[in-house]
């Protein structure tokens, strides 16, 4: 898949965030690369085994005090090559880039990965009762 492709996917995958969070997104910019660094690895500290389809580097919108300003912008990095070698089809790329997208930006709004976890079984069982 080309980077361009990839780009619209990732686009899509904004997009299907609910208008109300991404009117909220501030000062965040979202990046593709194709496979996360030794550095990012290891700061995450994942497991030989694991692969990392995304990472949020930045200062999450509950720890901003007033003295926020004039920082550089918080980074949301989707990992093309990491998605593609996962999935079995282009629809499969589609629905691991919109969880990704999502899964990075609840980051974004201060969600650690407990709590992101929790909310993407709901929207899962959410999603499965809309499609019976």
């Known amino acids: 898949m080309t980077r361009e492709e990839f780009e619209i996917i990732v686009q899509e995958g904004i997009l299907a965030i609910p208008k109300g969070f991404l009117k909220k997104l501030d000062n965040v910019g979202i990046v593709i690369e194709d496979e996360p660094t030794r550095a990012q690895l290891s700061k995450m500290k994942v497991h030989p085994r694991w692969t990392l389809f995304g990472l949020y580097e930045g200062i999450p919108r509950t720890g901003r005090t007033t003295s926020y300003s ?21 629809d499969e790329i589609k629905e691991i880039v919109k969880n990704t997208v999502w899964h990075e930006i609840a980051h974004h709004f201060g969600m650690d990965e407990e709590r992101i976890r929790k909310a993407e079984i709901h929207r899962k069982k959410k ?6």
């Open 70 to 90: 004039g920082v550089l912008p918080d980074k949301i990095t989707i990992f093309q090559k990491s998605i593609e070698r996962n999935a079995r089809s282009v």
């Open 127 to 132: 999603k499965q009762s809309f499609m019976l």
